[in-house]
């Protein structure tokens, strides 16, 4: 998260290996609220090695902007609206 920091630009989605599986229950907890709260990433997709806490952390925060990063999956639409901004590809 420090290099997140870093960046000037917004960060508009988190997807991918979050290789929490070994990480404790509160751990996750923590790092599901900083994305969600402090970092204010619109959307995440956590791929399998999230594990199942991690999962449904996330998807209780995130509700219909949680998509599961699994093989194959796609997360490309003509138009996309985070929050107030409306971004087109």
């Known amino acids: 998260m420090k290099e997140v920091a870093r960046v000037e630009t917004r960060i508009y989605s988190v997807f991918g290996g979050f290789h929490l599986l070994s990480t404790s229950d509160e751990d996750v907890q923590r790092i599901a609220r900083e994305l969600h709260d402090t970092w204010r990433i619109p959307t995440v997709g956590p791929g399998h090695c999230g594990g199942m806490a991690a999962f449904a952390a996330l998807r209780d925060l995130y509700q219909d ?19 107030n901004e409306s971004i087109s590809n």
Do not use: C
């Open 65 to 83: 902007r949680y998509i599961y990063a699994g093989l194959g999956t796609s997360s490309h639409s003509r138009e996309a609206n985070y929050g």
